[in-house]
């Protein structure tokens, strides 16, 4: 057994949280020693890079829990990237010898000097509301850059405006995954955003319950807690909270007596009351509700829940009904491409679960061609498939979750037509041709699958269906 410490900091995952930790730790001028369990000359390439910052590199490197019973000295702390499991055999051995094992965004919130945090989570919701807060703050001269699990990392982010800049931010807006709360305990955002909570990643989680734990962890250490009144789960449990500030897309008086909302919209209007345990009634008109352009029922909910932090950073509801009327979209979230011979195509490649893709299917007027597959869930996926049925008259399945998603729809008594391809590369002109066939609206990417099977990531799958449909 070691019996002593180095100071060395080791990184395991050369993806985006990994180089962002690595390179946050050698600036601060720390030994730094970065594990990769693959090898491939694109990671080589990688690699070259951080070498050449004075960052050790191991390619193709063991994980075994017995990777340092040997060693002379053991590591000071390890980061570990969201993609590693919190419950790794080495990880737990680590932990039982004393070393700090902590998550890329610690690293983050360690460095971030004072700078306060808004921590959006959320199985669905929370990209756009992250990109709307971030918005909204600077489009009213707050300079609030966002990262996290969204864009930068939330390492990389603090290393270049934190550490790097002679002007931090007023604000850091961090799209937060349940992977990196897990990882990271001490996370204490000023504001904290919960947008909504459906079954997701039960294969990493386990169950439901322990799903829903680790986001409330966040809010819980939050210091102003935002939470969605219009999502079920949320709702059910709004008694187990002793204060949060709630919002709702609908009248206040839709939702049970006992949850009083803070932000609610009426007659076209957003309503804010300022004391929701006053017993006065009287309310403030903050705002038209339809100065978004977004489509769905669920994008006024992600509009309020980014009000709420815009009126707790002290922007007036003038100020941000002229930004959300400027508010460009989300890339990859229901983002309209292009319209041709009369057809529109949308990229929902964020769409990696039955709910999201639902959610997508209910904001677009049918009838639609979808495209969908990938690397499947685990997850209940009968409400989907009653969404297809009502709102497309095609459904191009294609990658692994082929065979799998299509006796899904026959079981649930899909009636359209279900085309099979190999990849988006094949089914994209499947998909224009039925559209055109079938007078459908619209051909829209809804995946409700991750995206390992054949792409890095959402965002990859979304710039290749992006480049496909601008060559129809």
Not at 173 to 199: F, R
Request: aromatic share 6%; net charge negative; charged share 20%.
């Amino acid at each position: 057994m070691p019996s002593s410490t180095s100071d060395l900091q080791v990184v395991i995952g050369l993806g985006r949280s990994g180089i962002g930790a690595a390179r946050l730790l050698r600036a601060q001028g720390r030994p730094v020693l970065l594990l990769e369990q693959h090898h491939s000359a694109a990671l080589e390439q990688r690699a070259a890079g951080l070498r050449a910052e004075g960052i050790q590199v191991e390619l193709g490197a063991s994980l075994e829990p017995t990777r340092w019973s040997e060693a002379a000295a053991l590591p000071a702390a390890v980061v570990v990237s969201p993609g590693m499991h919190w419950d790794h055999p080495l990880l737990i051995q680590l932990r039982q010898q004393g070393i700090s094992v902590h998550g890329e965004l610690v690293s983050a919130w360690r460095s971030s000097a004072g700078v306060p945090w808004i921590g959006i989570t959320g199985t669905n919701g929370k990209t756009t509301v992250t990109h709307l807060v971030s918005h909204l703050l600077n489009q009213a001269g707050i300079d609030a850059p966002m990262g996290g699990n969204v864009g930068n990392s939330a390492a990389e982010l603090v290393l270049q405006r934190c550490l790097s800049s002679s002007s931090p931010p007023q604000w850091l807006v961090m799209e937060l995954s349940s992977y990196q709360i897990e990882a990271a305990p001490e996370i204490a955002p000023q504001i904290g955003i919960w947008t909504t909570l459906t079954p997701d990643h039960l294969e990493r989680h386990g169950s439901v319950d322990a799903y829903r734990a680790i986001k409330r962890g966040l809010l819980e250490r939050s210091s102003l807690r935002i939470l969605n009144a219009d999502d079920p789960d949320l709702r059910a449990h709004a008694a187990s909270w002793d204060a949060a500030f709630w919002v709702t897309a609908g009248p206040r008086e839709h939702l049970p007596p006992s949850l009083q909302p803070s932000l609610w919209i009426e007659h076209e209007r957003v309503w804010h009351r300022r004391d929701v345990k006053a017993d006065n009634t009287t309310a403030d008109d903050l705002m038209a509700a339809d100065c978004l352009a977004m489509p769905g029922a669920h994008n006024r909910q992600n509009m309020l829940m980014a009000v709420a932090a815009g009126l707790a950073a002290g922007l007036s509801g003038p100020q941000m009904e002229a930004a959300l009327a400027r508010f460009p979209g989300v890339p990859h979230r229901l983002e309209l491409l292009r319209q041709l011979d009369g057809i529109s195509y949308y990229n929902d490649s964020k769409a990696t679960n039955y709910d999201a893709a639902e959610v997508a299917l209910q904001a677009l007027q049918g009838p639609l061609v979808v495209l969908a597959g990938g690397e499947a869930k685990l997850g209940d996926g009968s409400s989907w498939v009653a969404a297809l049925t009502r709102q497309s008259q095609a459904v191009v399945l294609y990658g692994a979750a082929q065979a799998p998603f299509e006796g899904l729809l026959r079981e649930g008594g899909y009636d359209g037509r279900i085309i099979r391809a190999e990849g988006l590369s094949d089914g994209v002109p499947l998909a224009a041709a039925a559209a055109s066939e079938l007078g459908c609206r619209a051909v829209l990417l809804s995946p409700a699958c991750a995206s390992f099977d054949q792409y890095s990531d959402f965002e990859a799958r979304g710039e290749h269906f992006r480049a496909l449909v601008k060559a129809l």
